[in-house]
């Protein structure tokens, strides 16, 4: 694969264009072409850059290859291609506010929680930052958007992968997205979900970015959690609290949980009073949502009435939660299913495009 002109900053692709020999000017071109979503060879510059770009850069490094949309809410789900061929999803939720895409930040993912599917093949590769950014770009582009008025207004980073084992490309995928002058997509309107990787947790925390930080907590002693999150063998509850207490002194940002609820596993009342206990007074909002069934696996969804309760239990001891409603079930909304569902099947034999 050749590498990704998306990857780099302002000022990088500056210095690549001065190190062509061509004028400045054409640097601004280039980066708003880029970030209109606009492949190398689309580009409004001579065609000898063109080429030299094209030689060395890849010209689409990302591109949607079906789009299913929700009947149910307008929910739409991308099929990605990379330049290698590798598959990867992400989804467009719709809300009132806005439109919130969900990025993927590896092909695949190796951290072998039991409830999901983007864990089933394990690892293939990271993703570079480019190719994070490049989700958005096609996206905003394919739904009308432009830089001024954005058709991606947030983003979240809750598709296959997690974040904080490709930490150093999603810090530079972060910089470039929210950068001035480009896609400029603001800090507080981007959610980071990580697994709770503890020493990156508290490295993150140093790096200026202000997002909503979330945690999948799923359960509320190391115990359980191990059960269905074999990270839960390294770090524990505690470690993920002080990491995210450290995170909200550092920015001033209230951090999130997020507690999937699996029938006859962490969905009774008894679990929501520990969870209750365990946050009771800090400065954090709780996330539920009911478990998407992935068919590859036994686990099943707590009842709605059974979820419902759960809030209320969370609630009458003060704390801060939400029930979600799942979107796009109809169109297999759950991370990872749209592409396990294709690795296998005739078209794409070993989870590639080819
Ligand atoms: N690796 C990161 C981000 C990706 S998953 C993380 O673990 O946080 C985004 C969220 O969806 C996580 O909270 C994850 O636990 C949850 N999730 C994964 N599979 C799910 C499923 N089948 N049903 C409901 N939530 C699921």
């Known amino acids: 694969m050749k590498s990704?002109?998306?990857?780099?900053?302002?000022g990088e692709l500056n210095a690549l264009v001065e190190s062509l020999g061509e004028k400045k000017f054409r640097a601004e071109q280039i980066y708003l072409g880029l970030?209109?979503?606009?492949?190398?060879s689309e580009l409004n510059i001579p065609a000898s850059l063109r080429a030299a770009l094209t030689e060395r850069f890849e010209d689409e490094p990302v591109r949607i290859l079906e789009t299913f949309v929700s009947q149910e809410d307008g929910t739409e789900k991308f099929l990605f291609a990379l330049a290698d061929g590798n598959l990867i999803e992400g989804v467009l939720m719709k809300y009132k506010y806005g439109n919130t895409q969900c990025v993927s930040t590896q092909v695949g993912c190796r951290m072998g929680c039991k409830f999901c599917a983007s864990t089933l093949g394990g690892r293939v590769r990271d993703l570079t930052a480019g190719e994070i950014l490049c989700q958005i770009l096609c996206v905003n582009r394919k739904e009308g958007?432009?830089?001024?008025?954005?058709?991606v207004t947030n983003v979240v980073l809750m598709g296959s992968g997690e974040p904080f084992d490709n930490y150093e490309n999603v810090v530079r995928f972060l910089r470039n997205v929210t950068a001035e002058g480009g896609i400029a997509i603001g800090a507080r309107n981007i959610s980071l979900s990580t697994c709770g990787l503890v020493p990156e947790m508290r490295k993150f925390a140093e790096e200026g970015i202000p997002l909503n930080l979330t945690v999948s907590l799923h359960a509320t002693t190391d115990e359980e959690r191990a059960r269905t999150m074999p990270i839960a063998n390294k770090y524990k509850i505690s470690e993920i609290l002080e990491a995210c207490a450290n995170y909200f002194e550092k920015t001033g940002r209230r951090y999130i949980f997020e507690y999937t609820l699996i029938s006859g596993e962490n969905a009774d009342e008894k679990h929501a009073l520990a969870l209750a206990?365990?946050?009771?007074?800090?400065?954090?909002?709780?996330?539920?949502?009911?478990l998407n069934e992935v068919k590859e696996r036994s686990l099943r969804a707590a009842e709605e009435k059974t979820a419902r309760r759960f809030l209320e239990a969370l609630e009458a001891q003060g704390i801060s939660a939400t029930l979600r409603r799942s979107m796009g079930s109809d169109i297999g909304g759950a991370c990872g299913q749209l592409r396990a569902s294709y690795i296998g099947s005739q078209n794409f034999p070993d989870g590639k495009f080819s």
């Open 145 to 151: 958007g432009t830089l001024k008025e954005r058709a």
């Open 4 to 10: 990704i002109l998306q990857d780099l900053s302002r």
């Open 277 to 290: 206990k365990l946050l009771k007074g800090k400065p954090c909002h709780v996330n539920l949502i009911r």
């Open 35 to 40: 970030m209109q979503g606009k492949k190398i």
